[in-house]
Every structure is written in C-alpha cells, then in structure tokens.
C-alpha cells in the first residue's frame, strides 16, 4: 500500500512539474514569436518613414531651391528694370519747369517706385533670406523680428544664450529653424492676436532648445477644428526633416508654447 | 520546484515545509500587495481586481495558519476561498469582454456559485473540494487561453512584457495548468499520508509564489512610461 501511496505523488509532482513546463514553454514560444513579429513590423514600419523622410528631404530641397531662384529673379530681373524705370522718369523733363500736372506725376510715379522696389526686396528676402546664408539664423532671426516689432503688429522678444551653438548649425538646418520661426510667428500675426512673443534659444543637452511662446489665444487641439492647418503641416515637416522633436503645451485658451529640441550630436542632414 | 524537490531529501521536510508555507508563501502575497500599493493610483479597474484578490488571499491565508495553529477544521474555509476567488477572477476577466461576453461571464459566475454551495453543503463538506476548484481550475485555463487568443490579435503594436494584463495571465494560466491534476487528486493524497501530501503542496506553494510574483511584475508595469511627442 504504501508503495502504491508513494506512486502517486511522484507520479502528481511529475504531472505538475510537466504541465508546468510545457505551459511555460507556451507562453515563453508565444511571446519569442509576438516579439519577433512587433521587431518586423517596427522594421518595416521604420524603412517607411525612412522612405518618406528622404521623399520629404527632396521636396524641402527642391522648395528652396526654386524660392532661391525666384527671390533672386525678382531681385536682379524685376528689381533692376523698375530701378531703370525710376532713372527714366528722373530724365524726363517737361516742357514748363512750371508744369504742376508733370511735377505731381513725377512725385507719385517714383513714389510708387520706390514702393514697388522696396516691396520686391522684401519678397525676394524672404524668398531667399541672404542674412541666414551670410550670417546665419541668429542674425536672420533678429533682422526678422526687428521688421515686426518695427511694424508695431507684434512685440517680440528675442533671447540668445546659444549663440556658440546657432554659429555650428548647418545652412539647411537653419534654413529649417528660421522657416519654423518665420511660420510660428506668421501664425502669432495672423491668427492669435497676441501682443507679445518671446523666442529663446538655450543649448540643451547634446540639443539646441528653442522656446517659443505668445499670449494670444492658442491653438486649439485638432479634434476642435476640423484639421491641422497648413503652418502647423509646414512646421512639423520642416522639423522631421532635420529629425528635431518638438513638444506643445495643452490648449487652456490663452497663450501658445511650443518647444522645440534639435539633436546637435547628430550626422549632418 | 526541482530544487525543492531535492531540497526536501535532504532537510528535516516538516521543519522546511513550516517555513515554506508560513513565511515564504504568505511573503509572495504580501510581495504583489505592497508593490499593488506603491502603483495603486495607476492601477486600472481589472488591476484593483486582482490586487483584491491578492489581498483576499493574503487575509484567507493568515487566517488559514491561525487555524491550523488552533487545531481547528480549515475545509469550509476553502470552500469560501473558492467562491470568492472565482468572483474576483471572472471579473477580471470579463473587463476583456463587450457586454455580450460579459453577460455570459456573469451567468458562468451565478452558475458555479450554486455548484460551489451545494457542493460545500451537500457534497464535499467535511474534505477538500476537488470537484469546485477543479473545475473553477479548468475554467481559468479557459478564460487564459481565450485572453491569450484575443491578446494574439488585438495587441500586435507592443511588446509583450510591456502590457501588465499578460503577465497577470501568465500567473494565472501557469498555476492553475499545473496544479489542475493536484486539486483533482488531492483527497487521495490526503489518505496517502501527511508526509506525501506536504510534498506535493511544496511544490504547488511554489507555483503559488511565481503566479502572485507576476502579479506584482504586472502591478509595476502599470506605472506609465514617459513618452516624448515626435515630430
């Protein structure tokens, strides 16, 4: 009997240690496997965004490839010929120096002119900003900014305590940084009806961190509106090209911050 | 359980068995609910069940040494051990499930209720109730496999060790699979001998103790990770 008795456990323990096995080895094979597959699809998932990177990487090239070449048509083509036009009517002379419909003509043509060539420079600057290819994206920032606070529709304050940091910066990346800043402050302008904005540029670990914010309304998540407008397409395009992270604080209904994070330990883009 | 195995030839097995089950085995309980309490606040509704349920099982458990401590009879306990941790599993399961599949756990839940009253009262009173924890013991491996069916499709877009609710499945289907065929024969181990019958709940207290240390490797993983948008 005892014997019999005996049997039993070892015949139980060896049950449950089998069971315990086998059901271990299950979930162990499941997991190697579900794993396996996350890795493939993650792999796949990331040659993608590999893929569109590099589609992305084109279109932005061959965008400011074609705003370079139309800023500096504008400037050289039209620039120079209404320079020429001006000179021309300089060298018009009347037939009475007493002809008052002449002199106010004269007056209101180069008046118009000068507006014209002053508006022309503009474009092409923007275009084609020569400041950012000269003298880099803290001077073309500030030239930028200078412009707006002069035009009184915006009171920007400008901080700079990564000045070593903007110098490194490749023309494409702060081509790409100056875009950002040119559409966020745009969006300030146009949308917001803040009063006040503040960009500051502070280097983070391995990173260039640049803080952006405004008091004007904020933007709404995009659930409320119906979809995530074009400047908001344009600055997260810009930043994935360059392979910078941003973050936005939640909608609270007033003010706007976003804060923007550029790996500088990264290859060149 | 290899090393226990060996372990026990070579102790004083009564001596070994007493501190295993006194201290060790309550200690995995008291492990999952202390690491319950630091997450709590993130734990979610079908975590909070099972961190109930391992705070039940640690009250059922002192209370159970107490007894026996007082030479008193313990079997109506595992009865009420059996109803109770059978509510708390099937709920946790159900959370998985629309309403429909609710509604059927919830059925499942009154149905072996009954069987486990009558079972306590007309049945299997006065010895272990193999029949209820065999087969509350089957269902759970029921619920595991379905769980681990449904997981296979829904979840494919994280790691596996990043969702808690495997590793709360693991625990469960991992214990409940190897100790189906000892809760099924455990009155004839009784009758086998106390010496025999402590070797085998040696090795089911092992068990026990991996399925509650998942449960607290599944309480920790409830803890968010920082995640950082990207453009």
């Given at each position: 009997m005892q014997a019999t008795a005996d049997n039993i456990y070892i015949l139980i323990i060896l049950a449950m240690s089998g069971t315990f096995i086998l059901v271990s080895s299950f979930i162990l094979f499941s997991i190697r496997n579900q794993n396996k597959l996350l890795k493939q699809r993650q792999q796949f998932q990331q040659a993608q965004i590999a893929h569109q990177k590099e589609l992305l990487h084109a279109v932005i090239e061959s965008q400011e490839a074609e705003r370079k070449r139309i800023g500096q048509d504008l400037h050289d083509d039209v620039g120079t010929t209404v320079s020429g036009l001006r000179l021309l009517i300089d060298m018009f002379i009347p037939a009475s120096e007493n002809d008052t419909r002449h002199i106010a003509f004269l007056q209101s043509s180069k008046s118009i002119i000068d507006k014209i060539v002053k508006d022309v420079r503009n474009i092409s600057h923007n275009l084609s900003p020569t400041t950012l290819r000269y003298y880099g994206l803290a001077a073309a920032i500030t030239e930028h900014c200078t412009i707006i606070n002069q035009s009184g529709k915006l009171g920007i304050t400008l901080t700079n305590d990564a000045e070593t940091l903007l110098e490194k910066l490749t023309l494409p990346v702060s081509t790409a940084l100056y875009r950002v800043l040119e559409e966020l402050l745009n969006n300030t302008i146009k949308?917001?009806?803040?009063s006040k904005a503040n960009i500051l540029f502070t280097p983070g670990n391995n990173s260039l961190i640049i803080d952006y914010a405004d008091n004007g309304k904020g933007l709404m998540p995009e659930g409320v509106t119906a979809k995530k407008g074009m400047g908001l397409q344009n600055i997260e395009s810009r930043l994935l090209n360059i392979n910078a992270i941003f973050t936005m604080d939640p909608y609270e209904g007033k003010g706007f911050h976003i804060k923007i994070e550029y790996p500088t330990n990264q290859s060149v883009v | 359980m290899f090393i226990s195995f060996i372990y026990l030839r070579l102790i004083n097995i009564s001596m070994f068995f007493y501190i295993y089950s006194t201290f060790v085995f309550p200690g995995s309980l008291l492990l999952a609910v202390v690491v319950g309490l630091m997450y709590y606040k993130y734990l979610t509704e079908p975590h909070k069940l099972i961190f109930n349920y391992a705070l039940f099982s640690l009250l059922a458990n002192i209370i159970n040494i107490i007894t026996i401590e007082l030479h008193k009879d313990t079997m109506m306990m595992n009865h009420l051990y059996t109803i109770f941790e059978f509510v708390f599993l099937s709920l946790f399961y159900s959370s998985f499930y629309n309403k429909r599949g609710k509604q059927i756990i919830y059925a499942i839940i009154v149905l072996f209720e009954i069987f486990c009253i009558v079972n306590a009262f007309a049945i299997q009173g006065k010895i272990f109730n193999s029949y209820s924890h065999t087969s509350a013991a089957f269902i759970y491996i029921i619920y595991c496999m379905l769980f681990i069916a449904k997981q296979s499709t829904e979840d494919t877009d994280a790691n596996w060790g990043s969702n808690s609710f495997n590793w709360v499945n693991t625990g469960i289907l991992v214990y409940y699979a190897s100790t189906i065929l000892m809760f099924a024969a455990n009155n004839y181990l009784t009758n086998a001998g106390i010496e025999i019958y402590k070797k085998v709940w040696l090795v089911h207290d092992t068990i026990f103790i991996i399925q509650f240390i998942l449960f607290a490797i599944a309480f920790y993983k409830c803890k968010p990770q920082q995640t950082i948008s990207i453009s």
């Open positions: 949308h917001s009806g803040a | -």
